[in-house]
């Protein structure tokens, strides 16, 4: 795999972004042999041609969104309109066109059941909605392309999961005002997260150090599919006739996964994999199909992302 429109620096700090996506200047320019202007410079132009995107992922129960959901549904109105509509629902947080019976698939992130029946509520009151299909995800056991990046670039990289803030403390507004600067800006310097918190620039060091060592908030490099040279992907659903612990860890060890979440519902796993082609996307799943245990599969391909906004649910 080769990413495209990528020279073998753009290729070299991406990969040290995406194993520390706050690395300094100082400490990229010797790495790829350039000065910390022209470093600067590089990964300004990486940012803002959203090549790759340097945010901040933090576990959604710890800012009070227990429950998530993936609705499949049927619809009778144009694809792109109806999405449009569910987008403006907050808790949707990715809302997607895809090929087969159903014609999108959005995912929602609620404080509780009550809460997701409100949102379910508003989905089927969407103009378009004919029907609705729901997998409660509840765990997720990967998230993220550190797999294929690592593949593609050639950089080790360890699968860092953003953990439940600890149960001694709870996150207070200063807390929940950084967390929400560096979902925006991952790269966001102390200088300029401390006038938006109120705290002094060593107050906002002590605060984002403290969310990092605790690993309640991990920041990472995310490059775009094009930084990656990939070109299809799909919702994977996986039926396991035994235990499905196996199957999930056989999953996981696959770059092509990005998305590995246990499921109740009709399927077992809810995935989502990244690929080059269609014809990667073939092998991709046959080599699922081969797995002991595995039963049904489906897979929907993805037309079009019409929201894609993970920030604070």
């Known amino acids: 795999m080769k990413a495209r429109h990528l020279d073998k620096v753009d290729r070299q700090l991406i990969g040290e972004l995406i194993v520390d996506g706050r690395a300094p200047y100082a400490a990229l320019a010797p790495k790829v042999g350039l000065s910390q202007a022209a470093v600067r410079a590089r990964v300004k132009r990486l940012l803002d041609e959203k090549i790759v995107t340097v945010t901040a992922r933090v576990d959604p129960h710890s800012l009070g969104l227990g429950v998530f959901a993936f609705v499949y549904l049927t619809i009778d109105r144009p694809a792109q309109e109806v999405g449009a509509d569910l987008a403006s629902i907050p808790e949707a947080v990715f ?17 509780d059941n009550a809460h997701l029946l409100e949102v379910f509520d508003q989905v089927r009151g969407t103009a378009g909605v004919v029907e609705v299909d729901s997998l409660t995800a ?31 403390r709870k996150l207070d507004d200063i807390d929940l005002a950084l967390i929400g600067e560096l979902v925006h800006d991952g ?6 997260l401390a006038p938006k918190s109120g705290l002094s620039q060593a107050g906002v060091r002590a605060r984002v150090q403290r969310l990092l060592e605790e690993q309640v908030v991990v920041i990472q490099a995310f490059p775009s599919a094009e930084a990656l040279g990939l070109g299809s992907f799909a919702a994977v659903l996986v039926a396991v006739r035994g235990p499905v612990e196996p199957v999930a860890q056989k999953l996981c060890a696959m770059p092509e996964f990005t998305v590995v ?18 014809e990667h996307l073939l092998a991709t799943l046959d080599t699922v199909r081969a797995i002991d245990d595995v039963g049904v599969i489906q897979s929907n391909t993805y037309l079009e992302i019409l929201k894609e906004d993970y920030r604070l649910g």
């Open 261 to 278: 979440a246990l499921s109740g519902g009709s399927y077992d796993l809810i995935c989502e994999v990244w690929c080059r082609d269609y």
């Open 95 to 111: 809302v997607v066109c895809i090929t087969g019976k159903q014609g999108l698939i959005v995912e929602v992130r609620c404080r």
């Open 138 to 168: 509840m765990e997720y056991r990967k998230s993220g392309t550190s797999g294929i990046a690592e593949e593609i670039f050639g950089t080790p990289v360890a699968m860092r999961v953003a953990r439940p803030v600890p149960i001694d």
């Open 187 to 192: 790269r966001a310097t102390f200088v300029d």
